[in-house]
């Protein structure tokens, strides 16, 4: 890697610079129109297309190689497919196959779609009918999370008017609607959006993709390849009049990119410039990997018009803005007792005049309302809140603490162990408040929480052992030693430092293995499908820690890690969301190549004769306490977890 490449992203202006620019604006007359792609939804619940486009790849994989699923011994295979660019073929199992380029190629002739996203999207729903319904299955219950509820602050104080993107979900509405006090205009359709005023001071968002409502979305083939034609005169006129800001979109569409390069042309047309945001983390250094290659075209044909900005996320980028443009939170969230349901409806009816004539089955209704707001908030959800808050700090000194060289490294990861710690201590104080038995949702969150901060602590506490993860020469992780070192470092340790680490490991694999067999998990209720998806992969981590730690041997490992690794594995297999994130985490995590070795094993032989069946590995859920046995062990963590790095 060349010192120019290292230089030229280091070099980018960030988010103070696009922070700066905005704040040049008039009050209450917005000079820049937001664009929004997949990337702003992703903290929302929404998938990026990457990830998508990883688990249609993984499914194309097994299709061309006729195996049943994705096996660890596969992984090797499937990145040599997936980037291979010679030879038309390669073996698999001793079956063979087309590599990835070449059958890319021949089906891009053949499909005529234009982008890899488009091409695999086809290919898994090939009609329109079931691509509209896995559209509506994702945008499904997300809800706007931190960076859309800012921008529904900054709408609300007139730093932005229009918003445009290639999203199907409502989140833009759904936070500038909840958190602004403002109805934004929503144009999906190309009959719709002809009528829109531009220049009105109301918000509109601009959607030219279409709405996961509607059958009229575009996703494959000559759907993406132009926009309407009202849809592409309104994004001009939005240009004509505003800069643009691109936050989260790779530019991968012919529709979109076509004008934007037909504006950069043009006299009059993005007159204030495009702006484009892209993610770095600040470890990766070669902008090619980082930039879209679209974008570098752009930039280097019109220098003065098209800027790069290195910003490290959609949530942290609104964040940014709101906090340097001085833009108050919502009222929601700064009173939220003054603006709750019954109080939102007992205004309207007021300013009504209507309330002397409600009808009286509703008036009781408002009575409930009104009674319930004069009891405390629920006390378990304040502490699993609490709890939640803990283990997100306790993550945060985790990481620094394992990249960190200097002493400040130690500090970090103590700090994480007593985080960690703090927030399995407030789950198990919210098992205790509820007068009735715990609902299965909330005993699924303490389970959740408490299985990820216990193997928390073991993951702090094994790099308190091993020290720092490689680096290179430039000092960046050396990513491609870091799955060596998770899983071969020498770790010194003594029998009661293993007992210590196994007692947490082994604790959280027992909450995962109760929380799995309740009925919510067994049903994977889409309500609580984040927590199911969370106690697998705790679990999946617990046992990968016991392998690490020498706690059993893989083939005398018995019945219950086994049912349960191949039970967990399977559900992030099949999870079409983020299952596909999470498995690659698992992998280069600690244990994680000896997991994925485990797993492969276990699923290639049966059970010991005369050993439990996976039935009896399912143990019946408790009846109102969700904590594990082994809770004394659980209750000293702090102490026993700080023993363990001495």
């Given at each position: 890697?060349?010192?120019?490449?290292?230089?030229?992203?280091?070099?980018?202006?960030g988010?103070?610079?696009?922070?700066?620019?905005?704040?040049?604006?008039?009050?209450?007359?917005?000079?820049?129109?937001?664009f929004?792609g997949a990337?702003?939804?992703?903290?929302?619940?929404?998938?990026?297309?990457?990830t998508?486009?990883?688990?249609?790849?993984?499914a194309?994989?097994?299709d061309?190689?006729?195996?049943?699923?994705?096996?660890?011994?596969?992984?090797?295979?499937?990145g040599?497919?997936?980037?291979?660019?010679?030879?038309?073929?390669?073996m698999?199992?001793k079956?063979?196959?087309?590599?990835?380029?070449?059958?890319?190629?021949l089906?891009e002739?053949?499909d005529?779609?234009?982008?890899?996203y488009a091409?695999?999207?086809?290919?898994?729903?090939?009609?329109?009918?079931?691509?509209?319904?896995?559209?509506?299955?994702l945008?499904?219950?997300?809800e706007?999370?931190?960076?859309y509820?800012y921008?529904?602050?900054?709408v609300r104080?007139?730093?932005?008017?229009?918003?445009?993107?290639?999203?199907?979900?409502d989140?833009?509405?759904?936070?500038?609607?909840?958190?602004?006090?403002?109805?934004p205009?929503?144009?999906a359709?190309?009959?719709q959006?002809?009528?829109?005023?531009?220049?009105?001071?109301?918000?509109?968002?601009i959607?030219?993709?279409g709405?996961?409502?509607?059958?009229?979305?575009?996703?494959?083939?000559?759907?993406?390849?132009?926009?309407?034609?009202?849809?592409?005169d309104?994004?001009?006129?939005?240009?004509a009049?505003?800069?643009?800001i691109?936050?989260?979109?790779?530019?991968?569409?012919?529709?979109?990119m076509d004008?934007i390069?037909?504006?950069?042309?043009?006299p009059?047309?993005?007159?204030?410039?495009?702006?484009?945001?892209?993610?770095?983390?600040?470890e990766?250094q070669?902008?090619?990997k980082?930039?879209?290659?679209?974008?570098r075209v752009?930039?280097?044909?019109?220098?003065?018009?098209?800027?790069v900005?290195?910003?490290?996320?959609?949530?942290e980028?609104m964040?940014?803005?709101?906090r340097?443009?001085?833009?108050?939170?919502?009222?929601?969230?700064?009173?939220?007792?003054?603006?709750?349901?019954?109080q939102?409806?007992?205004r309207?009816?007021?300013?009504?005049?209507?309330g002397?004539?409600?009808?009286?089955?509703?008036?009781e209704?408002?009575?409930?309302?009104?009674?319930?707001?004069?009891?405390?908030p629920d006390?378990?959800a304040?502490?699993?809140?609490?709890?939640?808050a803990?283990?997100?700090?306790?993550?945060?000194?985790?990481s620094?603490?394992?990249?960190?060289?200097?002493?400040?490294?130690t500090?970090?990861?103590?700090?994480?162990?007593?985080?960690?710690?703090a927030?399995?201590?407030k789950?198990?104080?919210?098992?205790?408040?509820?007068?009735?038995?715990?609902?299965?949702?909330?005993?699924?969150?303490?389970?959740?929480?408490r299985?990820?901060?216990?193997t928390?602590v073991?993951?702090?506490?094994?790099?308190?052992?091993v020290?720092?993860?490689?680096?290179?020469?430039?000092?960046?992780?050396?990513?491609?030693?870091?799955?060596?070192?998770h899983?071969?470092?020498?770790?010194?340790?003594?029998s009661?430092?293993t007992k210590h680490f196994t007692?947490?490991?082994?604790?959280?694999?027992?909450l995962?293995?109760?929380?799995?067999?309740?009925?919510?998990?067994?049903r994977?209720?889409?309500a609580?499908?984040?927590?199911?998806?969370?106690?697998?992969?705790n679990?999946?981590?617990?046992?990968?820690?016991l392998?690490?730690?020498?706690?059993?041997r893989?083939d005398?490992?018995?019945?219950?890690?086994?049912?349960c690794?191949?039970?967990?594995?399977d559900?992030?297999?099949?999870?079409?969301?983020?299952?596909?994130?999470?498995?690659?985490e698992?992998?280069?995590?600690?244990?994680?190549?000896?997991?994925?070795?485990?797993?492969?094993?276990?699923a290639?032989?049966?059970l010991?004769?005369g050993?439990?069946?996976?039935?009896?590995?399912?143990?019946?859920?408790p009846?109102?306490d969700p904590?594990p046995t082994?809770t004394?062990?659980?209750?000293?963590?702090?102490?026993?977890?700080?023993?363990?790095?001495?």
């Open positions: 890697m060349s010192a120019a490449k290292i230089n030229l992203m280091s070099a980018l202006p988010v103070a610079t696009l922070v700066e620019m905005v704040r040049q604006m008039p009050g209450g007359d917005p000079r820049f129109a937001l929004l990337g702003a939804s992703t903290s929302s619940g929404i998938p990026a297309a990457s998508l486009i990883d688990g249609w790849r993984r194309v994989f097994c061309l190689f006729r195996l049943e699923r994705m096996r660890p011994e596969h992984e090797a295979a499937y040599q497919w997936k980037s291979s660019e010679r030879g038309d073929s390669m698999v199992d079956k063979p196959g087309p590599n990835y380029s070449a059958w890319r190629t089906r002739q053949e005529r779609q234009p982008g890899e091409l695999l999207f086809s290919r898994i729903f090939p009609d329109r009918e079931s691509r509209q319904g896995f559209i509506e299955k945008c499904d219950g997300a706007p999370c931190a960076g509820v921008l529904a602050s900054l104080d007139g730093y932005f008017r229009t918003i445009l993107t290639t999203n199907f979900d989140l833009v509405h759904d936070a500038i609607f909840r958190y602004s006090g403002k109805k205009v929503v144009c359709f190309d009959s959006v002809a009528t829109v005023r531009m220049v009105s001071p109301r918000p509109k968002v959607k030219l993709h709405d996961f409502l509607y059958s009229s979305i575009r996703n494959v083939g000559g759907e993406v390849a132009r926009l309407d034609i009202n849809m592409r309104k994004f001009e006129q939005t240009c009049n505003y800069g643009l691109v936050l989260g979109y790779s530019g991968g569409d012919r529709s979109v004008p390069r037909s504006m950069l042309t043009r009059g047309y993005l007159g204030h410039g495009l702006h484009w945001g892209v993610y770095w983390d600040g990766e070669d902008p090619e980082v930039i879209p290659e679209e974008v752009l930039q280097r044909h019109y220098p003065e018009h098209v800027h900005y290195a910003l490290r996320s959609f949530d980028t964040g940014a803005l709101a340097g443009l001085g833009v108050a939170p919502p009222d929601e969230l700064l009173h939220p007792e003054r603006l709750s349901g019954y939102r409806l007992r309207a009816i007021d300013n009504a005049d209507q002397w004539r409600l009808e009286k089955g509703f008036r209704l408002l009575s409930r309302f009104r009674d319930a707001e004069d009891n405390p006390a378990v304040q502490q699993l809140d609490k709890a939640d803990d283990h997100a700090a306790g993550n945060e000194h985790k620094i603490g394992k990249v960190e060289l200097d002493k400040s490294r500090v970090s990861l103590e700090k994480a162990i007593d985080l960690f710690s927030a399995d201590q789950c198990l104080a919210a098992s205790t408040m509820a007068d009735s038995p715990l609902s299965e949702e909330n005993r699924l969150w303490i389970a959740r929480r299985s990820g901060a216990l928390g073991c993951e702090a506490s094994y790099f308190l052992q020290g720092p993860a490689p680096r290179d020469a430039d000092g960046k992780i050396d990513e491609s030693q870091r799955a060596v070192y899983n071969t470092s020498e770790w010194k340790r003594t009661e430092q007692d947490f490991a082994t604790s959280a694999f027992d995962c293995r109760d929380a799995w067999s309740w009925p919510h998990t067994q994977f209720d889409p609580v499908a984040g927590h199911t998806r969370s106690v697998a992969v679990g999946l981590l617990a046992i990968a820690y392998l690490r730690a020498g706690h059993f893989v005398a490992a018995d019945a219950r890690y086994r049912v690794a191949i039970a967990w594995f559900h992030l297999q099949r999870d079409r969301t983020f299952g596909s994130e999470f498995l690659g698992l992998r280069n995590d600690i244990g994680g190549q000896l997991l994925m070795v485990a797993i492969d094993t276990w290639r032989e049966p010991p004769e050993g439990p069946s996976p039935e009896d590995a399912t143990p019946s859920p009846v109102t904590a082994a004394s062990t659980v209750s000293s963590g702090q102490k026993k977890a700080k023993a363990s790095k001495n």
